[in-house]
């Protein structure tokens, strides 16, 4: 029961809207020494590709934690269209 | 949408659908709004919801409602590195009435919710509310896409993310007083539960965790018994993550593979994996002119340290929104002045009540020597009581010992925990 994050994100059911409901301005990322997306956000949607942090929508459970975690408040957080994103058969 | 509505509820959680209900059976013109593709479709708890609140309005519920077990064994497991020490706790009493019951948000959400449209609310699903509509810095109504609808008063029960509560400034986020709750459903066959958790048929339990299992980070794990599966997850202070630098979703990983975890969950399947944060120290203004605020939209959730509450208080803050808006209608006054009766009801009942009586327990629960120093401490004293390897100390010797220069400390956290848990 030792999965990777990408094999529990396998196991969750979406509704992937065409449009971004997060966006991350990553121009502040640079100046950012904490970088702490890399660590709060429980499905790994942050990521450090070669000094810049990339955020992938697709994937996100739309727990809340980005909203108000980002040192630099760069995340616009919304939530996805209605009927878009997750959804839960256990919750 | 051209049918006038005499109010509008964005939601429908627990919250969202006991106002519903409540003010469908008083006759009101309800609509509710949700923006999933079902009620419950994006909402995550621990597990477990306790039944006081929603026995008052549902009398018996559970003969009806989708619940997985009543929780009649309360499991506490302190954990050091090497040690842990269980405290298991079983009564007759909680038994009837029933005290609590493990749920799966998605199953009982729906059915809430359809106890509101029977009772006469309107629900439309998959729909996101955008804005609110102001006039006169009063609230009048709801914006969802180009939709515009007006209405007498909303209430805002779109759960802990509320966009609503700031968008009419009664809310402000900050992440000192969050926590991320992460869960996986772990299926298990009915009977291995029972054999596992020492229950009988139908019978559930709910096991804490704290100590070891979330790396030194105030928090803690939980697993919850549903009918043919566990609730397994972790709860952890979000700043207090980030100091650690510890990835979150690496935490609940490794608590699987904890040896006490891991021989409860054995053999089980995961289905699905889940999180979302938690208003635990969190609480917005709960009313203005022309709106309301319930359940974990405006923070209502209580930790004492042992009962995690959210949906009772969610349950009882929204039929307390019904009964100021019944009164608030025969006055055809909907003012923020008018509005206030709401937060009245509140503190006469248990939801205002409890979170005064635990105000400061989320100050304390953060305190990280409960995480590490105090489960080191009593796997230490059990340790050295149980082990025979020469000569032995009373008991007494032993805890003196175990606590040599750190009763001072000891002290004065207790004191902190008499005054706050």
């Given amino acids: 029961m030792n999965i990777s994050i990408e094999e529990r994100l396998g196991l969750v059911s979406f509704e992937i809207d065409n449009e971004k409901h997060i966006k991350v301005d990553s121009s502040h990322c640079t100046e950012c020494d904490e970088k702490t997306c890399l660590y709060f956000c429980p499905t790994k949607r942050f990521t450090l590709e070669n000094g810049k942090i990339k955020h992938d929508y697709e994937g996100c459970i739309e727990c809340g934690t980005c909203k108000f975690a980002c040192p630099k408040g760069v995340v616009d957080f919304n939530f996805p269209r209605g009927g878009y994103g997750v959804y839960y058969k256990y919750g | ?421």
């Fill in chain 2, 1 to 421: 949408m051209s049918e006038k509505f005499d109010i509008i509820i964005v939601g429908s959680g627990p919250a969202g659908s006991a106002a519903a209900y409540s003010l469908a059976k008083m006759r009101f013109n309800v609509l509710m709004v949700e923006r999933g593709k079902y009620p419950g479709a994006k909402n995550v708890m621990g597990g477990r919801m306790y039944a006081y609140a929603l026995n008052r309005l549902i009398p018996q519920f559970w003969k009806e409602a989708p619940v997985e077990r009543k929780v009649v064994r309360e499991k506490l497991t302190i954990q050091s590195e090497k040690a842990s020490f269980t405290l298991d706790f079983m009564d007759e009493e909680l038994r009837e009435p029933p005290n609590s019951f493990t749920i799966l948000r998605a199953r009982f959400d729906p059915w809430f919710a359809n106890k509101a449209v029977e009772a006469g609310a309107t629900l439309v699903t998959g729909i996101r509310v955008d804005d609110l509509m102001w006039e006169n810095k009063k609230v009048t109504g709801i914006i969802a896409g180009t939709d515009k609808i007006e209405t007498n008063v909303v209430i805002a029960a779109d759960g802990a993310v509320s966009l609503m509560a700031e968008k009419a400034r009664l809310k402000k986020f900050d992440v000192k007083l969050f926590a991320l709750g992460m869960k996986e459903i772990i299926e298990l066959p009915e009977k291995t539960i029972e054999e596992r958790f020492n229950l009988a048929s139908g019978e559930g339990a709910a096991q804490l965790f704290v100590g070891n299992c979330t790396k030194e980070i105030p928090g803690g794990g939980f697993i919850y018994t549903n009918k043919t599966s566990l609730s397994v997850g972790i709860v952890i202070y979000i700043d207090k993550l980030i100091e650690k630098k510890i990835e979150s979703h690496e935490i609940i990983r490794e608590f699987n593979t904890n040896p006490e975890v891991a021989r409860l969950i054995e053999g089980g399947k995961i289905l699905e994996y889940s999180a979302h944060v938690i208003p635990e120290a969190s609480r917005s203004e709960l009313f203005t002119d022309g709106l309301l605020v319930a359940g974990d939209a405006g923070g209502l959730v209580v930790n004492s340290g042992l009962t995690l509450r959210g949906m009772d208080m969610a349950i009882a803050s929204g039929v307390a929104a019904a009964e100021t808006v019944k009164r608030a209608a025969e006055k055809n006054d909907f003012s923020k002045e008018s509005l206030s009766y709401y937060e009245e009801l509140l503190k006469r009942d248990f939801v205002l009540q409890d979170k005064k009586t635990f105000e400061k327990a989320s100050e304390f629960l953060q305190n990280e020597r409960l995480y590490t120093l105090y489960p080191e401490f009593v796997c230490r004293l059990f340790h050295r009581l149980t082990l025979v390897k020469g000569p032995k100390k009373r008991a007494f010797d032993e805890l003196l010992e175990v606590s040599k220069g750190k009763r001072i400390q000891m002290c004065v956290d207790m004191l902190k925990a008499m005054r706050s848990i």
